[in-house]
């Protein structure tokens, strides 16, 4: 199994980018999906889960509002739109796959099977 993540890189304060991760190597369409990001020093903390059909989302505090997780089932990808971002949300950003099929995600790093490596954000102030 692999998960690649792309998309990220350097934005100004309130700018907006969009993160892709692609997979392979497993039934993609089984799977809840997460997006996490660790800062410098920091623990890696959630950021938001879909379910493995699309239909449910839940996201960190932190984010909500500003940014939006989904899934193309057909094409194995997982994006994660960020809006209105803010010097705090500068981190490195991963993927995961859940363990378990047929979930509907979850904010904990322990039930993700699978991690990519991971696409770096930084929002200068």
């Known amino acids: 199994m692999e998960l690649v993540e792309s998309g990220g890189g350097l934005v100004h304060d309130g700018g907006s980018l969009r993160l892709s991760c692609t997979t392979s190597?497993?039934?993609?369409?089984?799977?809840?999906m997460g997006w996490f990001r660790q800062a410098p020093g920091k623990d890696r903390e959630f950021v938001a889960t879909?379910?493995?059909?699309?239909?449910?989302?839940y996201y960190a505090d932190s984010v909500k509002g500003r940014f939006t997780i989904s899934r193309d089932n057909a094409k194995n990808t997982v994006d994660l739109l960020m809006n209105s971002l803010k010097p705090e949300d500068t981190a490195v950003y991963y993927c995961a796959a859940a363990l378990t099929a047929y979930t509907s995600g979850s904010p904990h790093t322990t039930a993700y099977a699978y991690w990519g490596q991971g696409t770096q954000v930084t929002v200068s102030s």
């Open positions: 879909i379910n493995w059909s699309g239909s449910t989302t």
């Open positions: 190597g497993y039934r993609f369409d089984a799977y809840a």
